[in-house]
């Protein structure tokens, strides 16, 4: 059989970032395949993207890594970029196998050991003089009453890794804010489940900024600024209403020196989160392609084709600036985010009912950007639609409607 060849391979492909990679690849003449597992995601339905591929298995899962070594074998494919948790997590444990055949679009195991570890994160960047949240480490129940005790209500319990491995299966966890004892024992209890260790911390309710870079042997070729107005779940979750700002003095000093001394290679996002006095502090690094990245795009710095320069190993452009001032929104999630809303009233990291149903409709009145929304590649739109609109109307006939809304992509 001949040997089908592609510049890259886009996994994930039913991530809003994989669409936005497929196009900003295709858009400049480079061949793109994507992967996805057990269905076609948006991406598939690009007009860039040349070919699909269906994987009969999950993401992270050994099943994954048989199918996309075998795949391999029978395309020539330069790069390949991913962007989930568990696909990456794979991939680490993996990557000198994998790298026999593809360039992989990721930092190099040093880097990314601390960058996909919140705690190593943030001593590396409490030894840099940066604002880090008091935390404190939780690897048992029994913790819990010492660390409410140092830390306070309400609270924030998340996990040092957003990917956690159980036996043979992987599954992804997100940060949850906890108002009463009951809820983080509960928080902690889930995660330690997974075998994983709990960080606490207090809960910061200012303005979230996130900086993202492209990084590679010592020289800063683009940054990129936004702010995230309204994100699902409400805590720290994905980006669903953003908007490009300037590159903030002091957390882009701060992210900067971050990235540099991890040498963090390839795309970042570093996230910030403000207090109420407006003192910034830092979250996380994302070390992937992030949900938000779109914006980035439209404003001008095009990071999946930067990504795909440094990975491929060629010339790669320097961006000197972009447009500030735009409006991003992911509708689909938005919604969610509002019902959520209405269905969680009350907790401290809700935004009350009213106000969240006004920003929400007020939002439709503001000129703006739609993500999957391309007049010149409508079919990916249309392919979101349609799956948003079936899940819905399944969750909504087996009465699970809340479960959704708290279901982060």
């Not at 509002?338 to 009912?353: H, M, N, S, W």
């Not at 109307?393 to 959704?404: F, H, P, Q």
Request: net charge positive; aromatic share 8%.
């Amino acid at each position: 059989m001949a040997t089908i060849a592609f510049n890259a391979l886009i996994l994930d492909a039913s991530l809003r970032q994989s669409l936005v990679t497929v196009r900003a690849l295709g858009r400049r003449g480079i061949s793109v395949a994507a992967v996805e597992s057990f269905n076609k995601g948006p991406a598939f339905s690009s007009r860039w993207c040349q070919q699909g591929f269906v994987c009969p298995a999950y993401e992270g899962s050994a099943a994954y890594l048989a199918h996309l070594e075998q795949l391999l074998r029978h395309i020539d494919a330069r790069v390949l970029i991913p962007s989930a948790d568990g696909t990456i997590a794979l991939l680490l444990q993996y990557r000198t196998r994998l790298e026999q055949r593809v360039r992989i679009a990721l930092a190099n195991e040093p880097a990314l050991t601390i960058a996909l570890n919140k705690e190593r994160t943030l001593a590396v960047a409490k030894g840099l003089g940066l604002n880090v949240p008091r935390s404190l480490v939780v690897e048992t129940v029994s913790e819990v009453p010492v660390a409410l005790k140092e830390v306070g209500l309400p609270a924030v319990v998340k996990p040092t890794e957003s990917w956690l491995w159980n036996e043979q299966h992987g599954s992804r966890v997100n940060a949850q804010a906890v108002s009463t004892p009951d809820e983080a024992r509960r928080a902690v209890a889930k995660l330690t489940h997974f075998g994983g260790v709990a960080l606490f911390q207090p809960l910061l309710s200012g303005r979230r900024e996130a900086v993202s870079f492209l990084y590679a042997n010592g020289e800063m070729y683009a940054r990129f600024a936004q702010w995230a107005k309204r994100t699902r779940p409400q805590l720290g979750g994905e980006s669903v209403l953003r908007q490009s700002i300037a590159v903030p003095l002091d957390i882009g000093e701060q992210a900067e020196r971050l990235v540099r001394e991890i040498d963090l290679q390839g795309y970042s996002e570093v996230e910030f989160r403000r207090d109420s006095a407006g003192v910034p502090y830092l979250m996380e690094i994302n070390p992937r392609l992030s949900a938000s990245v779109e914006i980035a795009v439209r404003s001008g710095v095009d990071f999946p084709y930067l990504l795909y320069q440094w990975a491929s190993g060629g010339a790669i452009d320097k961006v000197e600036g972009y447009r500030i001032g735009g409006w991003m929104r992911y509708l689909a999630g938005d919604l969610m985010t509002t019902i959520a809303a209405l269905k969680q009233r009350g907790r401290p990291e809700v935004t009350p009912p009213l106000q969240a149903v006004l920003g929400f409709a007020l939002s439709f009145c503001r000129p703006m950007g739609y993500d999957y929304v391309d007049w010149k590649d409508p079919l990916p739109a249309v392919k979101a639609t349609t799956d948003f609109l079936r899940s819905s109307l399944r969750a909504v006939m087996n009465g699970k409607l809340s479960r959704l809304c708290e279901k982060s992509s």
